[in-house]
């Protein structure tokens, strides 16, 4: 078990809290217009989701944006995975937020459960029956580095998913590069547990008081801090909204304070947990402190200023009840306290598919008319998410290795860049509309079977499949292909080659 563990003390100027705009897009899921909510522009999801249908609910709701979803019809389970697409920064650091609001519209009394999905990474379930009951809203939050040009948010019907699932909004906002950043966003995201304003009764702390809208919840008695005047907070790691320190936790007499927090058990995994401090009294009040959470020493010995401090852990291993502790150290006059902790799951990011094959299979998307509404975020990740009729291979690149859209009812053609799906064993296209020609394939050297019967493809077959080496089945009946048949397909022992019944304009090569 290793144990990170830093603490800074930076004692700077007020800089006047300017309320700058967010930085990001606020998208409220199956609204038909855009709207200004609380001084904020959430937009209608149009643009950035081709799948599902916008509903609006039929019960009041307290917050405009919870009053229309979008929810994503199942059909058969053969279609699982639902993606809204967002233009990003490339490399930038966004807080993304999924909001949920069931209000009964998919006519069943609970929610159903699905799960939720970042690019390539299983980002966790969704289960909002608890907050319904209680008639609330569920939100989930994450920060994630954008890897791409735009973000993928997917949801997904796993075996529990009893009925549509649906979403009421997604939040992505830009957040400075220096938020969590002891934490490599090229390998991890982080996903929040809980936020807190400890002390705190009134609402919850978000925009414009913390200038990327993250939520602090409130937490405990109400106990404002005695004289908020002498805090001066400012240039604090992670930023916390000034107004986290105008209340906080704590005893009257120097003796040892305890939390039960975050309040509900956790999973056993690692966490990011972060705690803020300022002193509402003179710095030389002699408050000093150690904090162990369940009992091991998460920072000994904390002077804490009225300039503020965070002490926060990278990767913190907790399971169950976790128990927050801050105990005076001898010769400390006065008792301990807390303003504020974020504690966020730890989450090892899955990956992306091998750029190319992404590359690749879009222009394939395009080159269908009516491409499967599942071709949305990554291809093949998570595994158990990929695209309809996309199956991979692990390792160090994720390639695609395998194509079956056999049935799908597809029209359109099929663009010569699927010949740059280099790792591709099968494709099998049978049984669809599709027009065109036959692309030269012949970079597929690792092709073994290709199936494109029962289409409309037109023109000749190409010489070049011949140089295929590994190809030993071509099924092309009941196209309308013309010309000679390659001899390099013929005379082959251990290729089967089908090219009747149909194709009646072509010809065997001359003996
Ligand atoms: C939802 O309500 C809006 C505004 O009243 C309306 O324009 C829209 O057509 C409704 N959407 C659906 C799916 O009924
Ligand atoms: C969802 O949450 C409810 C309430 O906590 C629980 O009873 C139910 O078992 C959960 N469903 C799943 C599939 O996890
Ligand atoms: C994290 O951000 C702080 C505050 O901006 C900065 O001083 C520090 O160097 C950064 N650390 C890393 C690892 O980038
Ligand atoms: C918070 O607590 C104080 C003191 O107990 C009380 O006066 C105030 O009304 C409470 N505020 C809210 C929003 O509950
Ligand atoms: C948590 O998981 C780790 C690694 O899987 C294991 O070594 C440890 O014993 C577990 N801790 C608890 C409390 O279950
Ligand atoms: C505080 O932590 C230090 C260092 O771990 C330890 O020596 C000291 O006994 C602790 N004090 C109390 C009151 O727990
Ligand atoms: C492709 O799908 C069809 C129909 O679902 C199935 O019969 C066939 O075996 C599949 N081919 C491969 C290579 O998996
Ligand atoms: C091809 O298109 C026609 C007309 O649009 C349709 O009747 C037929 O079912 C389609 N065939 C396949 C295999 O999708
Ligand atoms: C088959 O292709 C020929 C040209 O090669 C074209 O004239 C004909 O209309 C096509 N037939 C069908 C059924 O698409």
Redesign the pocket.
């Known amino acids: 078990m290793s144990f990170f563990c830093f603490s800074f003390l930076l004692s700077l100027f007020i800089f006047p809290s300017a309320s700058q705009s967010l930085r990001g897009v606020l998208i409220d899921c199956g609204a038909v217009v855009d709207s200004v909510v609380n001084e904020q522009n959430w937009v209608s999801d149009y643009g950035y989701v081709s799948a599902g249908k916008p509903k609006n609910l039929t019960v009041d709701v307290l917050d405009y944006t919870l009053s229309t979803v979008r929810t994503f019809p199942l059909k058969n389970n053969v279609f699982k995975k639902f993606c809204y697409e967002v233009p990003v920064y490339r490399g930038g650091k966004y807080l993304v937020r999924t909001t949920y609001f069931y209000g009964g519209v998919n006519g069943n009394l609970n929610p159903p ?1 699905f799960d939720q999905i970042v690019d390539g990474t299983f980002w966790s ?1 969704v ?1 909002t ?2 907050d319904y009951w209680k008639g609330m809203s569920s939100y989930y939050e994450g920060i994630f580095k954008a890897v791409g040009k735009t973000m993928s948010v997917c949801l997904a019907a796993n075996s ?1 998913t009893d009925s549509d699932p649906f979403i009421s909004a997604l939040e992505l906002v830009l957040v400075s590069d220096s938020l969590y950043n002891s934490t490599d966003f090229n390998i991890y995201g982080l996903t929040l547990i809980t936020r807190s304003s400890f002390g705190n009764n009134g609402s919850i702390i978000k925009y414009p008081d913390d200038e990327f809208d993250r939520y602090w919840e409130p937490y405990g008695q109400h106990s404002p801090a005695e004289s908020f005047s002498h805090v001066s907070v400012s240039g604090i790691w992670n930023h916390p909204p000034a107004k986290v320190f105008r209340t906080r936790l704590t005893v009257p007499k120097p003796e040892a304070m305890e939390l039960l927090w975050p309040p509900a058990p956790l999973p056993n995994a690692t966490y990011y947990i972060a705690l803020y401090f300022a002193d509402d009294q003179n710095s030389f009040s002699g408050r000093a402190f150690n904090i162990s959470i369940n009992d091991i020493v998460f920072y000994p010995n904390l002077n804490v200023a009225p300039a503020g401090m965070v002490v926060f852990a990278s990767q913190w291993p907790l399971s169950g009840i976790t128990k927050i502790t801050l105990t005076p150290v001898i010769g400390s006059s006065v008792g301990p306290l807390i303003n504020a902790g974020e504690v966020f799951e730890v989450l090892p990011l899955g990956g992306k598919t091998h750029t190319r094959d992404v590359i690749a299979l879009e222009k394939l998307k395009e080159s269908f008319k009516n491409p499967p509404p599942d071709w949305h975020g990554d291809p093949c990740l998570p595994p158990q998410y990929q695209w309809t009729g996309v199956t991979c291979a692990g390792g160090s690149r994720i390639r695609v290795t395998s194509l079956n859209l056999t049935s799908m009812g597809l029209s359109g053609s099929i663009s010569p860049s699927i010949a740059r799906l280099t790792a591709l064993n099968h494709i099998w296209l049978a049984d669809n509309n599709l027009t065109g020609s036959i692309p030269d394939l012949s970079s597929l050297s690792i092709l073994e079977t290709l199936h494109l019967e029962d289409n409309q493809l037109s023109g000749e077959i190409p010489h070049s499949l011949g140089n295929i080496m590994s190809l030993n089945e071509i099924f092309l009946q009941n196209n309308n292909l013309s010309g000679q048949i390659p001899s390099s397909l013929l005379g082959k022992p251990t290729l089967n080659l089908r090219t009747t019944p149909g194709n009646p304009l072509l010809s065997q090569p001359p003996k």
Do not use: A, I, Q, Y
Request: hydrophobic share 35%; net charge negative; glycine share 0%.
């Open positions: 459960v379930p289960n029956t608890e529990l």
